[in-house]
């Protein structure tokens, strides 16, 4: 098995001095793919996604990307090295424009960025129609759409999202799953923890369910929602 173009491999570690989080827990994305990180509250899942991105004391494991070793990289290191990274929360400026945060997020290029910025548009339509506006007017679900064409705007290998849907309607969710899955077809690799594991787990290539910072199931999306103990467990039965 060759390894996946993406890999936090047996991760243990957790913040500063305090406690582990994560126990031996190995969460991977292949290119082009959708991997969802679910499991309860609680569980370690966005701190097994900011392990991946350099946010937290990896103490032992490490994570490689596209078979380099970028365990010691710092987060604006793995930016550079092809890694997006959306948070869940303060992911946008909010007293700039749309198109000031989408130029914002190409700040590590110096290459021209127009056509980028017309294929976030073509993306996401509604904000070529807010361009001028300032982000902080804009719903819950344009302000997430907003935070991922930024994230876009360095052309990332990887692109990691932590509860994109947190906090929007039903059909907003819906829609931004489209537009993941519409980012995967063009070759970038997804990886996103996320709440809503029944929809999240329907266009996943790979599902990760932790326990306590601890691998609990790993398989197809598809193979995870047919899992009986994972249904009644994870999924509400």
């Known amino acids: 098995m060759s390894e996946p173009f993406l890999i936090g491999r047996d991760m243990t570690g957790g913040y ?6 994560l126990h031996n827990c190995t969460i991977g994305v292949d290119k082009g793919e ?3 990180i679910v499991g309860p509250n609680g569980a370690g899942k ?4 900011k392990a991946v991105f350099g946010m937290l004391d990896v103490r032992q494991g ?6 380099k070793d970028i365990t010691k990289l710092s987060p604006q290191a793995r930016v550079r090295e092809g890694m997006g990274f959306v948070p869940q929360t303060s992911n946008i400026f909010t007293s700039m424009t749309v198109e000031e945060n989408l130029e914002m997020g190409a700040f590590i290029r110096t290459d021209d960025i127009k056509d980028t910025m017309e294929q976030v548009y073509t ?4 904000l070529r129609d807010k361009r001028n506006q300032a982000a902080g007017e804009l719903s819950g679900g344009q302000r997430q759409q907003v935070a991922v064409g930024r994230a876009l705007m360095t052309k990332p290998t990887v692109l990691m999202l932590d509860e994109p849907t947190a906090g929007v309607s039903p059909i907003v969710m819906d829609e931004l799953f489209d537009r993941i899955i519409e980012v995967a077809r063009t070759g970038i690799s997804i990886l996103m923890v996320e709440q809503n594991a029944r929809q999240a787990l329907e266009i996943a290539d790979k599902g990760y369910v932790l326990v ?5 199931f790993t398989g197809t999306g598809k193979d ?12 509400g039965g």
């Open 62 to 67: 490490g994570v490689f990307l596209n078979g």
């Open 46 to 49: 966005s701190t097994a996604m």
């Open 212 to 216: 306590q910072g601890a691998n609990a």
């Open 123 to 126: 993306l996401f339509p509604i």
């Open 34 to 36: 959708i991997a969802v």
């Open 16 to 21: 500063g001095k305090g406690p582990d989080i």
């Open 224 to 235: 995870l929602l047919a899992d009986p103990e994972v249904r009644k467990s994870f999924l």
